[in-house]
């Protein structure tokens, strides 16, 4: 199975600032990752798929990027409905594997 | 517009099974995969495997293989997950999404406790 270590666990922000969560996968995934946030009591919500392409209603101030083994999920002026759980997923190879998440706190 | 809906909260004894449902609408059942996800508590996501309703395909996370069963019928667009020989390991929220090329649709989650 491929893992996904993703850092870090935990993520201190004040509204306004730009974020930074990285996944690096045990092999390469060919940029099949895509990247979720989840809310409290709710369902994950896809953001971005294939590296970095936003899927339909994904604010502009989220951004993917990487390739090969590495990739990174950007959130630029941090708003408060942003503050949530953020999980990668890779889906290259069977099973998919998710990150092990990044909780999004206020400062 | 579509959806999907799941059974209720699940509270369920060892060794027992437990089949939950996941219940679209607003779209062809048959036409895209499902998938399903385990969320222990406190803990990250799980991927379990998917089924083609179209033809009844699975695919499994080996982990999961012999405790998840993965079935669809088409009469009522409904897909199940049977999970068996449960163990406190096995309480969590399971969710059901829809592969468009991404999880476009998710259903609410069922949270399922197996405790005697």
């Known amino acids: 199975d491929i893992q996904m270590t993703q850092s870090p666990p935990s993520l201190s922000a004040s509204l306004g600032d730009k974020v930074t969560i990285t996944c690096q996968a045990s092999q390469n995934i060919n940029k099949y990752i895509a990247w979720y946030q989840q809310k409290p009591g709710k369902a994950p919500r896809q953001l971005i798929r294939?590296?970095?392409t936003l899927v339909s209603g994904t604010p502009s101030r989220f951004s993917g990027s990487g390739s090969g083994r590495d990739y990174s999920f950007s959130i630029s002026n941090v708003e408060s409905e942003d503050i949530a759980s953020y999980y990668c997923?890779?889906?290259?190879?069977?099973?998919?594997?998710f990150g092990g998440g990044t909780k999004l706190e206020l400062k | 517009q579509v959806q999907l809906q799941q059974s209720g909260t699940e509270l369920v004894k060892p060794a027992s099974s437990v089949k939950i449902s996941c219940k679209a609408s607003?779209?062809?059942?048959?036409?895209?995969?499902m998938h399903w996800i385990r969320q222990q508590p406190g803990n990250g996501l799980e991927w379990i495997g998917w089924i083609y309703p179209g033809n009844g395909n699975t695919k499994y996370n080996q982990k999961f293989d012999g405790k998840a069963t993965l079935t669809a019928d088409k009469s009522s667009s409904t897909a199940y997950m049977q999970l068996s020989s449960l163990t406190s390991e096995d309480s969590a929220v399971y969710f059901c999404?829809?592969?468009?090329?991404?999880?476009?649709?998710w259903g609410q989650g069922v949270m399922v406790t197996v405790s005697s």
């Open positions: 294939y590296t970095s």
């Open positions: 999404a829809r592969w468009a090329g991404y999880f476009d649709y």
């Open positions: 607003g779209y062809t059942f048959t036409s895209n995969y």
């Open positions: 997923l890779q889906y290259d190879n069977l099973p998919w594997t």
